[in-house]
């Protein structure tokens, strides 16, 4: 997308501008860390990625949006409608295909990587636990790790095989942070995203937990048992952030960035002895803008050297 393009999506009034537009306001609303690392990317990538972010929130508002007259069989007719529409191409049945589908097509970005992701979709309908990691990475690979390879072809890299696993696996580290963050959150929807063996090696189970919840507290079996699971995360961040400089040089600001300020998250649930029943770990504004403009030092300096070297 040109530089030109983008400026079209910001400005114009076509079904294709005002998919974007929507787009970019849905991951500016309900991703805000995410959504700061975007300001770093050059003009002509952010359109795409607001879209790839769309397109995963409005699947997500299907299966999590509150409301207590839609039963599961409508969620999931929702969801499949949605997956037909993609599917099929049929840009006029939602605000964000148009987007999503020009996203796709400029970017090269395969169709397993959303059908993937759908499938991953469909298993909240009906999957409430996991039994052990296999099962979990199973839905993870679909729900957070294709998230991050399908932003490869917009990011950019040196050799995209070689990054892949790199990308995948910082996608993975985001869904693992917010598996931790939000134990609570995701009980009163009656889903655990913590592997059932796992936790019982520390005898914690479902009933332990939700004892947990009702009283909002961290049973000391059950800080142990999230203390292995947050070291268990802190590997993948590891592992991660050694692919960020098979990245493009342009996008590299944005991926540390959005790397370090989820991996703070991480910092403040250990910080706060994981108490993550009566308490939602967030980084402080003040340090968010901190590694902001740290990121736009950087993001201006890559870009500057881009275009030095033209």
């Known amino acids: 997308m040109t530089r030109t393009r983008l400026e ?15 787009c970019r306001q849905l991951n500016a609303r ?41 039963e599961p069989a409508e969620r999931a007719r929702q969801l499949d409608a949605l997956a037909t529409r993609f599917r099929d ?28 992701f759908l499938a991953s979709m469909r298993m909240d309908l009906t999957v409430t636990d ?27 890299t040196v ?21 931790l963050r ?14 059932a063996d796992e936790l019982a090696a520390f005898g914690v189970d479902r009933d332990l937990l939700r004892w947990c919840l009702a009283r909002r507290r961290t049973e000391p079996r059950v800080r142990k048992a999230l203390a292995a699971q947050h070291a268990l995360t802190r590997d993948v961040y590891r592992f991660a952030h050694d692919g960020i400089a098979l990245l493009h040089r342009r996008s590299r600001p944005c991926v540390a960035t959005a790397a370090t300020l989820y991996a703070e998250i991480l910092d403040r649930i250990e910080d706060s002895d994981f108490a993550v029943f009566d ?12 590694v902001g403009a740290t990121g736009v030092v950087k993001a201006w300096w890559a870009r500057r050297g881009s275009i030095t070297r033209r």
């Open 279 to 290: 308490y939602r770990a967030t980084v402080p504004n003040r340090r968010r803008v901190q």
């Open 130 to 156: 996991y039994p052990d990691r296999a099962a979990l990475d199973t839905y993870v690979y679909g729900s957070a790790e294709v998230i991050g390879l399908q932003l490869l072809p917009v990011l950019g």
């Open 8 to 22: 079209s999506t910001r400005i114009g009034d076509s079904p294709l501008q005002r998919s974007y537009r929507c």
């Open 182 to 195: 939000d134990v609570g959150e995701d009980l009163l929807r009656d889903r655990v995203y913590l592997p």
């Open 89 to 116: 191409r049929d840009a006029t049945a939602d605000v964000v295909l148009p987007a999503i589908l020009d996203t796709a097509d400029r970017y090269g970005i395969p169709a397993a990587l959303f059908d993937a």
């Open 30 to 70: 309900h991703g805000k860390t995410f959504f700061l690392a975007t300001r770093l990317l050059a003009r002509d990538q952010r359109p795409a990625v607001h879209a790839l972010y769309g397109f995963a929130r409005r699947a997500d508002d299907i299966l999590d949006e509150f409301d207590p007259h839609r």
């Open 159 to 179: 050799c995209a095989a070689d990054a892949a696993p790199y990308a995948a696996a910082l996608g993975k580290a985001f869904q693992l942070t917010n598996f």
